[in-house]
């Protein structure tokens, strides 16, 4: 892995680590762009080595304590490892359902529910 890939790797890091306690959607919304746009960056700088992986996508819902969806982040990930670690990193105050199509892939439970 070469010096910029490594630094790409260290701001997607970062983005995610904001992701964790971010609550606005708009935000949350942005901070994922900005990933995909590291990752496309990171994507473009070897373009030999492009698509050797191919990107499928998925959808994380962000589920209120009422059970109702109170909105939806599109993903796209390299599979479904990928996938999981950015919809965990999604969980706040509210749980996260992760969704491939009409595949339920896992549920995060959010430590804090309400009493």
């Known amino acids: 892995m070469c010096d910029k890939c490594q630094e790409l790797d260290q701001k997607i890091a970062r983005y995610l680590h904001i992701l964790e306690r971010v609550l606005d959607p708009v935000v949350a919304e942005g901070v994922g762009e900005r990933i995909e746009k590291a990752e ?3 994507a473009a700088l070897h373009p030999e080595q492009k698509q050797a992986r191919a990107t499928q996508e998925y959808r994380a819902y ?4 009422d059970g109702h969806t109170q909105y939806r982040i599109d993903l796209v990930c390299k599979d479904e490892a990928a996938a ?3 919809a965990k990193a999604l969980v ?9 199509l009409d595949r339920l892939i ?3 439970e959010s430590k804090s529910k309400p009493a």
């Open 40 to 42: 496309a960056e990171k």
């Open 106 to 108: 896992e549920r995060f």
């Open 62 to 65: 962000i589920v209120r304590p």
């Open 92 to 100: 706040a105050d509210c749980d996260v359902e992760l969704w491939q």
């Open 84 to 86: 999981k670690k950015h």
